[in-house]
T-cell receptor
Framework: AQSVTQLDSQVPVFEEAPVELRCNYSSSVSVYLFWYVQYPNQGLQLLLK??????LVKGINGFEAEFNKSQTSFHLRKPSVHISDTAEYFCAVSALYGGSQGNLIFGKGTKLSVKP | DAGVIQSPRHEVTEMGQEVTLRCKPISGHNSLFWYRQTMMRGLELLIY????????DSGMPEDRFSAKMPNASFSTLKIQPSEPRDSAVYFCASRPGQGRTEAFFGQGTRLTVV
């Protein structure tokens, strides 16, 4: 089985400051990794994904994430945030193999609040 | 494409009543997910279908919940009987491939059981 831990439930930050949202996962098989964003009263949208290859992946809206296999982490970063980045961010994993191959398990989310 | 379509958007029902939530995935997508989102538990995977077959239903809370996917273009999540603790936002998502590809989410159904 897979699980995802997002260590911070809320992250307040000032506009134009850098931000890092932390994500750790647990799985007995190899996984694909994703970050999604949810704006109020909407569904989730994909920010970026790691499938293989370079451990640093870039996504939309200036976000990037780094896969660290030894630490089983996939932290999301942005060097300078905007007010419009205020939203909830979800880390997710999908198993490559096994009985639940292809499932998509989410963490509990991190609410990013960008203040002027 | 109109995206993943869920209906109704809002549902208010009395405890003990049957509730049916509906989902139309994006045409051509062969994976479908049902999630429940609450403040306490976050986004929980309830069930995952691939090619209309349930692959993982370990997240279905109890026998009161059931999900079906009779064909590639329609799925339902039924709660019978409903209870106040079932109040949540229920999301459906679909995906064109298995694992590597992005899942697309509907707008959700906000269920309130009074």
């Amino acid at each position: 089985a897979q699980s995802v831990t997002q260590l911070d439930s809320q992250v307040p930050v000032f506009e134009e400051a850098p931000v890092e949202l932390r994500c750790n996962y647990s799985s007995s098989v190899s996984v694909y990794l994703f970050w999604y964003v949810q704006y109020p009263n909407q569904g989730l949208q994909l920010l970026l994904k790691y499938l293989s290859g370079s451990t640093l992946v870039k996504g939309i809206n200036g976000f990037e994430a780094e896969f660290n296999k030894s630490q089983t982490s996939f932290h999301l970063r942005k060097p300078s945030v905007h007010i419009s980045d205020t939203a909830e961010y979800f880390c997710a994993v999908s198993a490559l193999y096994g009985g639940s191959q292809g499932n998509l398990i989410f963490g509990k989310g991190t609410k990013l609040s960008v203040k002027p | 494409d109109a995206g993943v379509i869920q209906s109704p958007r809002h549902e208010v029902t009395e405890m003990g009543q049957e509730v049916t939530l509906r989902c139309k995935p994006i045409s051509g997508h062969n994976s479908l997910f049902w999630y429940r989102q609450t403040m306490m538990r976050g986004l929980e995977l309830l069930i995952y279908f691939n090619n209309n077959v349930p692959i993982d239903d370990s997240g279905m809370p109890e026998d009161r919940f059931s999900a079906k996917m009779p064909n590639a273009s329609f799925s339902t999540l039924k709660i019978q009987p409903s209870e106040p603790r079932d109040s949540a936002v229920y999301f459906c998502a679909s995906r064109p491939g298995q694992g590597r590809t992005e899942a697309f989410f509907g707008q959700g159904t906000r269920l309130t059981v009074v």
